[in-house]
């Protein structure tokens, strides 16, 4: 589902720092970009001096059709170079080149993981950072810790020529979307799409089927999506945090999540199903 084919991920730094490599540099989880005539762009260069912003960390990512990639994090409050602009990931998606922005949705989870995990949780010494793995070991007890993914379901429910779309309170106005969570330790995806559609809207499906993953960097999910067939029950919002639920047909869509989320990619593909699409 991620469009990130060329990326080779690796561990290991080229010895010799000789080619331009990619900077994936971060304040906070904002990305250091530049604006160009017809977007936005990244640093490309030998060294990341050349920049002159002190670094707090530097991570090897791998490679980018073979162009080496490098996350960095920078202090809060770094005044970026002139031409130059720390910006959101997502304010950044659809200008930056679509390769470039799913590495830079590793990088983020990286420093992120990086700023977080700096200590081991059970006997409280500072963590070294393995080389050979994307991990960091407890130098005292040998416990390893690795990057944090949170995966998450995210399903499109169907019944004939229409579609279940739910408005969550933290949603922008008008604004509806497919049904998603979180997957409990020691449930199946499949268990988890069932739970999570019976707590949040109360009715029962069936026929569910894998539709395609996707990370999602805000701040370390992984989306796992699914299509499933309405089965039975009415429409009851228990749930807090889902405000209205309804069938929508295509020709009635409301407001729809933007094309960087696997949820606009069901509702896209559910359109299609029905001779239909969505512009923007
Ligand atoms: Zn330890």
């Not at 990088?107 to 793995?133: M, S, Y």
């Not at 040998?142 to 933290?170: D, K």
């Not at 896209?268 to 512009?279: I, N, R, T, V, W």
Request: net charge negative; hydrophobic share 40%.
């Amino acid at each position: 589902m991620t469009d990130n084919r060329k990326f080779v991920s690796e561990t290991v730094p080229p010895e010799v720092r000789s080619e331009s490599a990619w900077w994936f540099v971060f304040q906070e989880s904002k990305l250091l970009v530049h604006e160009t005539l017809s977007g936005i762009d990244l640093p490309c260069l030998v060294d990341f001096a050349a920049l002159g912003l002190p670094p707090l960390s530097q991570h090897y990512l791998g490679r980018l059709d073979h162009r080496p990639c490098y996350a960095v994090e920078v202090a809060e409050g770094t005044i970026p170079p002139a031409g130059m602009a720390f910006d959101g990931l997502r304010q950044v998606y659809g200008r930056l080149d679509e390769d470039l922005f799913w590495v830079a949705a590793r990088a983020v989870q990286i420093v992120d993981w990086n700023r977080t995990h700096r200590f081991c949780g059970r006997c409280g010494v500072p963590l070294e950072t393995k080389t050979d793995e994307r991990a960091k070991e407890c130098p005292q007890c040998g416990l390893l810790h690795f990057p944090r993914l949170a995966p998450a379901i995210i399903v499109l429910v169907e019944q004939g020529n229409q579609l279940l779309l739910a408005r969550s309170r933290h949603f922008m106005p008008g604004m509806y979307s497919v049904l998603a969570g979180f997957v409990e330790p020691g449930e199946s995806l499949e268990e988890a799409v069932v739970r999570e559609v019976k707590e949040e809207v109360g009715i029962t499906i069936k026929d569910i089927k894998y539709f395609g993953s996707q990370p999602w960097p805000f701040p370390h999910s992984l989306m796992i999506g699914f299509t499933a067939t309405y089965a039975g029950g009415e429409i009851s919002l228990d749930d807090k945090e889902i405000e209205d639920a309804r069938w929508f047909t295509v020709e009635k869509l409301p407001r729809i999540p933007g094309k960087i989320s696997i949820a606009r990619k069901l509702i896209d593909g559910f359109l299609a199903k029905q001779g239909s699409f969505h512009e923007d």
